[in-house]
């Protein structure tokens, strides 16, 4: 054994262990904070954008950063209350969903299904997506419906829209669900005449239990959906949309009535193609009262439905107005003449005194904003339009798309070249949006040497340039 004194000497080296403070500086600052903060954090950064893609992956981005960020995101059901399943369904999709419904717990939920074909398959035989998916999917929500807050449903055949609500007429209480947004993305059905297909699931369904689990249910859509309308549930609503339904599907003029007494603050009303069933051969029909209603959008198939529906209304507090038609994008060939719409509306919004204004009415001279979509006009149509303006003492801002150019000069000619000033006084912006570039230069063309002097009017355009 040798001698410790002929043992070659070798470098040392001090080490130190590092100390609770350099570990500290070490550890990113964001470990420092209490977990309820970082929690708010991260539930602030998921649900800040609008965006439904980055609801879902930036989760599991956040979870994935550290073990520290894990065990907190899993502990924050907040943030995986946002289910979203799409076209073409997926078990990752399937799995994913349970794992969210487990990790949100008792929060309400906000579920987005989109199961529209990119190709545009309106076929209920040959569509991927059908009745049995839907079905599928039901099974994996249904028992967390009383966390449904907000529900969204986009299809191309009416199987699964079915589906829906064969499952939800069993809910007995959906107390949580405020917004519904259901569409069969058909628009075609509103075409005059055209039938509701596939007939053998024609008949309504009375969802979520006749309606009665539904106690605060806010904002709903209806996108060529139709239920149970007489045991529809729908009261206490702020909004209300029925969009491109068959005729046959809707409801009568007594069961719509009923559902907007049923709704006192109705806030906003928007109706795309048709509205009740109005029976031709009864005279006398009930008014219609929209006491607080602020926003009325319609867009009509047929004028003189248009005129009737619109002589049932009294809303006396409007504050924009959007008139479209609709047939402009489902049958170009049959625009209609709307100038006997605008005849009426005049007639309806006259401002006349308190004791004489008849119980059918829609006063205009609150209203702010007003637009036209695809709506064709007569090139006689100027005298018209002016009595139909003069009603509009608050007007601020007019919009004016999709109109062709005899329709644009006429509106033009009107707006632009009247020289009075108490015409239109609050007038302030006119916005011209998917007009045709040739019908556009022509119509202001047309109006550059009459137009006012005095009368300072911002234009906007957004054009398309024709074929």
């Known amino acids: 054994m040798p001698s410790p004194r002929k043992i070659p000497r070798q470098p040392t080296y001090q080490t130190f262990a590092p100390s609770s403070a350099v570990r500290h500086l070490q550890r990113s600052q964001m470990d420092a904070l209490p977990v309820e903060l970082l929690s708010k954090i991260f539930t602030s950064a998921v649900h ?113 829209i079915f589906t829906f609500l064969s499952y939800t007429s069993h809910v007995k209480s959906a107390s949580c669900l405020q917004e519904i947004h259901l569409a069969r993305c058909n628009a075609y059905f509103a075409v005059k005449g055209e039938p509701f297909r596939p007939t053998a699931m024609a008949l309504p369904v009375p969802w979520f239990s006749a309606g009665l689990g539904l106690p605060n249910l806010r904002k709903v859509s209806l996108g060529g959906v139709h239920v149970d309308w007489a045991q529809s549930g729908l009261s ?75 002589s049932l209304f009294r809303i006396p507090n409007l504050s924009s107005l959007t008139i479209e038609d609709v047939t402009s994008g489902l049958e170009p060939c049959e625009h209609h003449d709307a100038t006997r719409l605008l005849d009426r509306l005049n007639v309806l919004g006259a401002q006349q005194h308190p004791d004489k204004v008849p119980l059918a009415c829609t006063p205009l001279q609150c209203v702010r904003t007003f637009s036209l979509r695809g709506v064709k006009l007569g090139h006689d149509a100027a005298d018209t339009i002016t009595a139909f303006l003069s009603n509009f003492r608050s007007l601020e801002s007019v919009l004016l798309s999709n109109l062709d150019a005899c329709s644009l000069r006429v509106f033009c000619s009107v707006v632009l070249a009247n020289k009075d000033e108490t015409y239109l006084p609050c007038l302030d912006r006119l916005t011209l949006r998917d007009i045709d570039e040739a019908a556009l230069v022509d119509g202001l063309a047309e109006c550059e040497g009459s137009i006012s002097s005095s009368r300072h009017i911002r234009i906007f355009v957004d054009a398309y340039v024709g074929e």
């Open 48 to 160: 800040c954008s609008h965006d439904l893609y980055d609801s879902i992956t930036q989760p599991i981005t956040i979870s994935h950063v550290c073990r520290h960020w894990r065990h907190v995101s899993l502990s924050t059901t907040a943030l995986w209350t946002t289910i979203s399943l799409l076209f073409p369904l997926s078990t990752h999709q399937l799995s994913r969903t349970l794992a969210w419904l487990c990790r949100s717990r008792n929060r309400p939920l906000h579920i987005h299904m989109d199961f529209r074909d990119p190709s545009w398959n309106w076929d209920e035989a040959s569509h991927h997506f059908t009745w049995k998916s839907m079905e599928n999917i039901m099974r994996l929500l249904l028992p967390h419906a009383r966390r449904w807050q907000h529900v969204e449903l986009y299809t191309d055949t009416w199987a699964p």
């Open 236 to 310: 206490g609503l702020k909004e209300l949309e029925l969009k491109y339904h068959a005729q046959e599907v809707m409801p009568t003029l007594e069961e719509f009535t009923a559902i907007i007494q049923a709704c006192p603050d109705l806030e906003r009303l928007a109706i795309m193609g048709w509205g009740p069933r109005i029976d031709p051969n009864m005279k006398n029909h009930q008014v219609i009262s929209l006491l607080h209603l602020r926003k009325l959008e319609f867009g009509f198939v047929d004028v003189d439905y248009a005129i009737d529906l619109f």
